[in-house]
């Protein structure tokens, strides 16, 4: 297996300007693991309690996703309901039940033990290093939230000393850094241990900063941004799995992974849950990778 995650897998009741859904299939590593599947092999690491619909293990399975990670325990499932209001970078959590994820005890199957790349969804910091101390990988993308830097920020640094590449938002990075500007925000994060981070702006892109070098890339011009619930996640899924498809973690093959990252985002924004992302074609993921490059190019 190329690609393990380790993270939420949740049922959401969302609200947006456009409309309402109720449980319905949400949580980090769902759209981690759906997204990454279009570009490499991923199993998931997470727990589900007894209301957990089949239907949705089903779906991951349709996706080729190695599901033997996944804890089945006699509780409720992780559940997350949020409200948007027009400013969509900020959803209003209305609910949020840890369940059986509050006692959840990450186990690796043998055949994760060994893989290209262990991305380490945006859960507690104490959970991710169990899994980081489990599973050997060629490398360690991390993502983190707000939540976990203002109450967990000393284990959160624990882990970032052991990860090779960090994906956050701009709120985030600088909350971590302690840095308003993103440069500096960026530079204090890899003094941390990564050696590179991606920056998320949202609407306005993303930011690749490794080492010295930096890359930008603009978001995919939307009229409707449905459901921004795991655009986040969707990035970090096309952005990892590229990698791991190509085995390639030089900054030229990064700039790329960011592109196809920011591809699998706006897919995941234009309907309510996995949805949109559930039966893309292969053609429809590169073709608007390649619009990428046709709004940035010109000459001088
Ligand atoms: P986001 O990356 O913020 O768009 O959220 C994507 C998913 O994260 C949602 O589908 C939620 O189920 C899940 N989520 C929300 N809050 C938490 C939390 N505190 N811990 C883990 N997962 C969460």
Redesign the pocket.
Known sequence: MKTVTV??I?I?SIKTPFGEVRDVL???A??FSISASYFTSVGIIGVVGKDFPEEYIELFKKRGIDTSGIKFEGGRT?R?A?DYGYDLNN?K?IN?ELNV?EKFKPEVPEKMRNVEILFLA??HPELQMAVLHEINAKLVISDT?D?WIKGNKKKLVEVLKRTDGLLINEEEARMLSEEYNILKAARAIMKMGPEFVVIKRGEYGAVLFYRDKIFYVPAYPLEVIFD??????SFAGGFTGFLAHTGDYSFDNMKKAVVYGSAMGSFAVEKFSVERLIDLKEGEIFERASKFKEFVEFEL
Do not use: C
Not at 228 to 233: E, F
């Open positions: 993270g939420s949740a959401d949400g949580g980090s769902s759209y992780f997350w949020g959803p959590t949020l994820f945006a859960i939230r939540h921004p619930t795991g655009a986040g996640d």
